[in-house]
């Protein structure tokens, strides 16, 4: 992965820096290189609270997207990072968002007791917002018990239409229809494998 030099026309200080790990899901790698890519970040933050005088909001917002984040947290370096980067995301003026497609993901992180599943479950009780779309009803235990819903919140999960979500923020509860311009939805649109056969 590092015998090279980086990539031409890399710029990790552009607004949209992503990496792309699906290659390394299951590979032991992964942890590998989430550790260069989290003390990269924590270096670059560290910097821009440096340059502050310390931890305060930045003059840009910076979002954590970890997507698929079921993967990368049975890798308990990783999860640890993940739960200092939630814990001191208003210091540095982060906003961690991470995305999984069922709640029972968190369970599959690792043993029933380990910590790599307590740290999952305690990134979900330190999330303000949480947005669900439509879960199956085989779903529906783990999410109302792990999401604190209401029978009625439960109710509508499967029932959702497509970008239609459940918003809890804090105590308050709203339903959000997801509206999307067509430049926005080529780039969301995962089905491309799909309507190509």
């Not at 970890?66 to 890798?75: C, K, Q, R, T, Y």
């Not at 029933?112 to 779309?133: F, M, N, P, W």
């Not at 239409?161 to 311009?181: D, I, M, N, Y």
Request: glycine share 8%.
């Amino acid at each position: 992965m590092f015998d090279g030099p980086t990539t031409p026309g890399l710029d990790l200080s552009a607004p949209l820096v992503v990496l792309d790990l699906s290659a390394l899901y299951t590979s032991a790698a992964l942890g590998i290189l989430m550790a260069c890519a989290t003390a990269w970040l924590q270096a670059a933050l560290a910097r821009s609270s440096s340059a502050r005088g310390g931890p305060a909001p930045t003059s840009r917002h910076v979002f954590l997207v970890v997507d698929e984040s079921w993967a990368i947290l049975s890798n308990l370096g990783v999860a640890r990072w993940l739960q200092s980067s939630w814990k001191l995301s208003r210091a540095f003026g982060v906003s961690n968002v991470a995305v999984l497609h069922r709640v029972t993901d968190l369970h599959s992180v690792g043993a029933s007791d380990s910590e790599q599943v307590a740290l999952a479950k305690g990134h979900l009780a330190d999330s303000e917002t949480r947005v669900i779309y439509a879960q199956s009803p085989g779903e529906l235990a783990a999410a109302s018990d792990l999401l604190s819903l209401s029978s009625t919140e439960a109710g509508l999960l499967p029932q959702l239409r497509r970008g239609v979500a459940l918003w809890k923020v804090g105590q308050g509860s709203f339903l959000v229809q997801h509206r999307l311009s067509n430049q926005e939805r080529v780039l969301v649109n995962t089905d491309g494998a799909m309507a190509a056969r």
